[in-house]
């Protein structure tokens, strides 16, 4: 039953995304080939039918989390807060260093690699984002990379 309010309330959400992303969201020019509109509505399309599928086809009866888990998910909800705020002043790298350790290291990880998976997924993310994909993204307080 959990499951199916949970995605009820998801395909509620869904809904009411899915009609922003179509008729709110206008990018002033495009500089890729989808353009940046493109993204939330194909994000709409696709959660509304994994939405219905989880309301027809529920897994478990019951939500019996741990209170650790909620917790953890209540830790990751800070985080992710505290990652949009420090996005564009530490820039990228740094913001994203930050995040992916502290999540590492919740999630058990030892210290040294927490360390190095998430220097890995700051530095070749970001250049593999700017370079590659050739997204703007911002470098904070790390001029080098500018």
Request: proline fraction near 6%; charge should be positive; glycine fraction near 8%.
């Amino acid at each position: 039953m959990a499951d199916r309010i949970f995605a009820g309330v998801l395909f509620l959400v869904a809904i009411g995304y899915t009609i922003i992303a179509f008729t709110v969201i206008r990018a002033p020019f495009q500089y890729d080939p989808l353009g940046p509109e493109s993204w939330p509505r194909i994000l709409g399309i696709v959660s509304i039918p994994c939405c219905l599928f989880i309301l027809a086809k529920p897994d478990v009866s019951s939500l019996g989390l741990p209170a650790k888990t909620w917790g953890r998910l209540a830790a990751l909800i800070v985080m992710l807060l505290v990652y949009s705020y420090l996005f564009q002043p530490l820039g990228f790298i740094l913001a994203t260093f930050a995040f992916c350790l502290a999540l590492s290291l919740m999630l058990g990880a030892r210290l040294v690699t927490g360390l190095a998976f998430s220097a890995g997924i700051g530095i070749v993310g970001y250049f593999v984002c700017t370079k590659l994909l050739e997204l703007n993204l911002p470098a904070g307080v790390l001029t080098i990379f500018r």
